[in-house]
């Protein structure tokens, strides 16, 4: 449960290096989806909310802190494909507020965040960014 705590705290604070806040704690693949699910529920929120001016800077932010997850995971030698299968088996517990939103999810559920790699897809990007 402290875990659990430490995570949500984490990625609620972030650090100055990127606004929407990306989690510095991973302790594997599924601790690690945890930290995502709470990346995109948060992302979610401000696009429920977010006018449509505000939709570009969002998705620099979202882009930035997909880029970032993924390179995180890397570093706790989390597989790309266990990272992602950890965050798609998570996806069900993320709601949304308008089609946007519910395309993002749709996107995760499918394949969670993507992949660094581009010949592989690249990382997902925020629908209507």
Do not use: K, Y
């Amino acid at each position: 449960m402290l875990a659990l705590v430490l995570v949500v705290t984490a990625v609620a604070c972030g650090d100055d290096t990127d606004t929407i806040g990306v989690s510095p704690i991973f302790n594997g693949c599924e601790a690690g989806a945890g930290s995502v699910i709470a990346f995109l529920q948060r992302t979610l929120d401000e696009i429920g909310t977010a006018d449509v001016g505000e939709l570009q800077s969002l998705a620099e932010q979202f882009d930035r802190g997909v880029n970032g997850l993924l390179l995180r995971a890397q570093e706790v030698h989390c597989t790309e494909d266990g990272f992602n299968q950890a965050t798609m088996a998570r996806s069900g517990e993320l709601q949304a507020r308008g089609p946007a939103g519910e395309l993002l999810i749709e996107e995760v559920a499918r394949g969670g965040l993507g992949s660094l790699d581009e010949s592989r897809g690249g990382p997902i990007t925020l629908p209507g960014g």
